[in-house]
């Protein structure tokens, strides 16, 4: 039997959730989301005692998960870009900050030929204080259900291999 949307979505936030700090029914300023997943890493280097500190740097990601029967063109752009502009508000660059992946979960049942290319050939990056203060990248992966068809945008390809870790034994 065929796993609704809401079905793969579970499935795939109880993976994340191993790392991840998961939020339902997420209410951002640029739209909605059904999940959203917050990993957060620090690594410090000391002398001697904890008190002495000598580097220490922070990882951050912010994953954003949505499903749609159909995406088409327009949607996709519309949803690319407000899922960038969500994450890019949470990222806070200070001295310590390594770096912070915003990273986008499509789950579709159809997606149309220039809603894939249009995800397949996302791309954005940018430094904070010429990366003295660390930089971030755009993340998207995306499942077509129908096909049982994964892709992303270069920078995706860590989050289209959980999709496809999660999925691709699915006998359709």
Known sequence: MEMTLQERLEKLLKAYSHHYDIDRDVHTEEGDYPAAATFFMRDENYAF??????SAYEQYEYVYFFMAEHLDASA??????RTLKAGMARIKPHKEHKCSYVTLVILADTMDEEAKN???K???QKNYRLALH????YHIAAM???THSFLSNPAGKEARKTLEL???SEVH
């Open 49 to 54: 005692i904890r008190e002495a500190v000598i």
């Open 118 to 120: 249009l995800i397949q």
């Open 122 to 124: 996302t791309r954005f």
């Open 144 to 146: 077509e259900t129908s």
């Open 76 to 81: 996709a752009k519309e949803l690319l870009d």
């Open 166 to 168: 999660n999925f691709s």
């Open 134 to 137: 660390g930089w971030m990248e």
